[in-house]
């Protein structure tokens, strides 16, 4: 019998201490922060074609003195680039961009001079100051070359 009790406040006392459920709202749509004017600040170069890909800083090559990249991406999807400097001219001046899989992108496609799918390494929401995304270079049918481009938005 003092099993049986035992087991039957244990259960109550399980069922009792279940938390509540609640709705957590809505869900913060990745790529809405998109919208601005974005520095490049930072650029890596990886040889994808080494058994041990190796990763270079060549921020330095593309900002120089005064001189930097600017993204400006407005509300009706274009956007515009001012290349101030070297560096593989794959967006051109201007174009369109798109997210393929909005709410929540992994890739925004440029299109510009070229056809440009690039792979978001991290989500430009609303709140956030950094943006970075890659892509990547082939030749012969055989990629290459990774470019990684981190922004930081234009206050």
């Known amino acids: 019998m003092k099993k049986y009790i035992a087991v039957l406040l244990?259960?109550?006392?399980?069922f009792a201490c279940k938390p509540e459920i609640k709705p957590i709202g809505d869900y913060y749509p990745a790529g809405d922060g998109i919208i601005g004017t974005w520095i490049l600040t930072n650029v890596k170069v990886t040889d994808i074609t080494l058994p041990l890909p190796e990763t270079d800083d060549v921020s330095h090559f593309y900002n120089k003195q005064d001189t930097h990249w600017t993204f400006t991406f407005n509300a009706d999807s274009t956007y515009t680039v001012d290349e101030k400097g070297p560096?593989?001219?794959i967006f051109g001046?201007?174009?369109?961009?798109?997210?393929?899989?909005y709410p929540f992108p992994e890739n925004i496609v440029?299109?510009?001079?070229?056809?440009?799918?690039?792979e978001l390494k991290s989500m430009p929401r609303a709140i956030d100051a950094l943006m970075a995304f890659s892509f990547v270079r082939s030749g012969c049918g055989e990629d290459y070359i990774d470019y990684e481009y981190e922004l930081t938005r234009n206050q």
Request: no cysteine; charged share 15%; aromatic share 12%.
């Open 10 to 14: 244990l259960g109550s006392a399980i």
């Open 110 to 118: 440029m299109y510009g001079t070229d056809t440009v799918t690039l």
């Open 87 to 89: 560096g593989p001219d």
């Open 93 to 101: 001046d201007n174009g369109k961009w798109v997210f393929p899989s």
